[in-house]
């Protein structure tokens, strides 16, 4: 089945994330349609990371990103509270808000939704939809931690930015595309890599 996923940027360090999970998603088969929302921090954020101007529109952002016009991506502003992704009634599968910062998750947490992202992702709480926070904060204070266990206690997957090493990465691309499978793996997309950790059976007796 395809399925229509909201990606959420926030104004968190990390936009190279958001950049290879959008290649990812224009690329799946099993994606028809991707719902973006990009924050006025994030906007900053990607300019600084990935040298994209933060005076271009979200359409011509995306292609910087990706390389190419996108395809399936339909860009949604931030502050547009009445977009379709606004309302549950809307058919969303999954969402990942990918990086999301710190104060994101605090106002998630709260329930106090001041944009459209904070609003899409509330939806997907309320829902019971698959929600992929993606936190890229350290260290974490114990407002941040208890503010990701409310989170988690209202259904949402806490999987934050924290890159394995298992598969022997070659470069930072690397590295960053195989946790952005992981994020796949929540988001309940299949993809090319392989995630699981088989074990070693060197170490076996």
């Known amino acids: 089945m395809v399925k229509s996923i909201t990606v959420g940027i926030s104004g968190a360090s990390g936009a190279v994330y958001a950049q290879r999970l959008l290649m990812q998603l224009e690329e799946s088969s099993e994606v028809r349609q991707i719902n973006l929302v990009v924050s006025g921090p994030a906007r900053r954020v990607i300019s600084d990371e990935l040298d994209i101007s933060p005076?271009?529109?979200?359409?011509?952002?995306?292609?910087?990103?990706?390389?190419?016009?996108?395809?399936?991506?339909?860009?949604?502003h931030a502050g547009d509270i009445g977009a379709a992704i606004a309302s549950g009634s809307y058919p969303v599968d999954a969402m990942a808000i990918i990086p999301c910062s710190a104060s994101t998750i605090g106002v998630l947490a709260s329930g106090s939704c001041r944009n459209l992202l904070?609003?899409?992702a509330d939806v997907c709480l309320k829902e019971n939809r698959r929600l992929v926070i993606v936190p890229r904060e350290t260290p974490l204070s114990t407002i941040h931690l208890?503010?990701?266990?409310?989170?988690?206690?209202?259904?949402?997957?806490?999987?934050?930015?924290?890159?394995?090493?298992?598969h022997r990465p070659q470069d930072i691309i690397s590295l960053v595309d195989h946790f952005v499978y992981r994020?796949?793996?929540?988001?309940?997309l299949a993809h090319s890599e392989e995630t699981v950790w088989h074990g070693d059976v060197s170490h076996t007796l």
């Open 118 to 120: 904070h609003r899409a």
């Open 183 to 188: 994020v796949m793996d929540h988001l309940g």
């Open 146 to 166: 208890e503010n990701m266990l409310k989170l988690r206690q209202a259904g949402a997957m806490i999987v934050p930015a924290m890159p394995a090493f298992y």
């Open 55 to 76: 005076t271009s529109s979200v359409e011509d952002m995306v292609a910087e990103m990706i390389g190419r016009p996108p395809i399936k991506t339909i860009a949604f």
